[in-house]
């Protein structure tokens, strides 16, 4: 059974920084792309990053873009996402998920239904 769990969630300040990690057990990572996602309260989840396995190949949405840093360690079978320049926006749960990267659509790598397992996510709380 293939299974992701996040770690590294937390309270921090305004502009301060954080990174969640995200180990996959169960499988090979290297079959898989792994997405960041997020769910504020009252807002529905959100893509946020992705990075491929193949070439490395990474994508954030334009709310992250410049802040944000996803990362992998295949030989731990783990990825990363590093939130620098924190906002009080970005408070909410993170959760990581893994799609089969060679049936994702490469033109939907945000959309939830091309990821087929999920982490139990991660609290970010931004905040002074």
């Known amino acids: 059974q293939v299974q992701l769990v996040e770690t590294g969630g937390g309270l921090v300040q305004p502009g301060g920084s954080l990174r969640v990690s995200c180990v996959l057990s169960?499988?090979?990572?290297?079959?898989?792309?792994i997405g960041w996602f997020r769910q504020a309260p009252g807002k529905e989840r959100e893509g946020v990053s992705c990075i491929k396995s193949t070439d490395g190949s990474t994508y954030y949405s334009d709310t992250v873009k410049g802040r944000f840093t996803i990362s992998r360690d295949n030989a731990k079978s783990t990825a990363y996402l590093q939130m620098n320049s924190l906002k009080p926006e970005d408070t909410a749960v993170y959760y990581c998920?893994?799609?089969?990267?060679?049936?994702?659509?490469?033109?939907?790598?945000?959309?939830?239904?091309?990821?087929?397992?999920w982490g139990q996510g991660t609290q970010v709380t931004v905040s002074s």
């Open positions: 169960g499988d090979t990572f290297d079959y898989y792309t």
């Open positions: 998920a893994a799609a089969d990267e060679w049936l994702i659509d490469p033109d939907h790598l945000f959309r939830e239904q091309e990821y087929d397992v």
